[in-house]
């Protein structure tokens, strides 16, 4: 069974960092893109990141790139995401999400997400 | 940067109902747009990739159509369990980039 077990979310400053991981587990991690996704509760779905399978390759959304990283370890089939200067806007449910295929257009597994709070 | 508009924001059926749910594209998306469900608590469930591949596991009353700039995602006959809140997302190429619809919340 395909799992992805988000954590590190929690309560920050404004100006902090935080640093998230997502657990895989029940796949070839290896073989797969990547994203980060969030979703500010009770509004819609942002994608953040995207990295290929041996993470050579990343990109990013317009409001994170130069602020978050993306980057995976494939020994310990775990993807992160390095995120400073963390604004209050950023406060989110953030979640990672496997591509079902670099061909198609689809995120087939999701994990369960973890909130980031960013408040003083 | 590609926006996708899904219509209606609320829709409001009863269960054995036909439900259309149409997302529209800013410029051509060609076949790159997928349907996602989120139920409240829960993360976002692919329901179809490509716009027409049924992911693994959803019901045939759901079917997905369309291509270009106009796509729908329709539920034939609706059961309890499909009252959520439905997301379109397209995928650019170059750069490589996403964008989600800003959904369309269909009520009992």
């Known amino acids: 069974e395909v799992q992805l077990v988000e954590s590190g979310g929690g309560i920050v400053q404004p100006g902090g960092s935080l640093r998230l991981s997502c657990a895989a587990s029940?796949?070839?991690?290896?073989?797969?893109?990547m994203h980060w996704v969030r979703q500010v509760p009770g509004k819609g779905l942002e994608w953040l990141s995207q990295?290929?399978?041996?993470?050579?390759?990343?990109n990013y959304a317009d409001s994170v790139r130069g602020r978050f990283t993306i980057s995976r370890d494939n020994a310990r089939n775990t993807v992160y995401l390095q995120m400073h200067s963390l604004r209050a806007e950023d406060t989110a449910i953030y979640y990672c999400?496997?591509?079902?295929?670099?061909?198609?257009?689809?995120?087939?597994?999701w994990g369960q997400g973890a909130l980031v709070t960013v408040s003083s | 940067e590609i926006v996708l508009t899904q219509s209606p924001a609320t829709l409001s059926l009863s269960p054995g109902e036909r439900a259309t749910l149409s997302c529209r594209a800013s410029?051509?998306?060609?076949?790159?747009l997928a349907w996602y469900q989120q139920k409240p608590g829960l993360a976002p469930r692919l329901l179809f990739y490509?716009?027409?591949n049924r992911a693994p596991g959803i019901p045939a009353r759901f079917s997905g159509s369309g291509s270009g700039t106009d796509f729908t995602l329709t539920i034939s006959s609706l059961e309890p369990e499909d009252f959520a809140i439905y997301y379109c997302?397209?995928?650019?190429?170059?750069?490589?980039?996403?964008?989600f619809g800003q959904g369309t919340r269909l009520d009992i």
């Open positions: 490509d716009v027409s």
């Open positions: 029940g796949f070839i991690f290896e073989g797969f893109w």
């Open positions: 410029q051509s998306i060609g076949s790159y």
């Open positions: 990295i290929n399978s041996d993470g050579s390759g990343t």
């Open positions: 997302q397209q995928r650019t190429n170059r750069p490589l980039h996403y964008t």
């Open positions: 999400a496997r591509d079902k295929n670099p061909t198609v257009a689809g995120f087939d597994h």
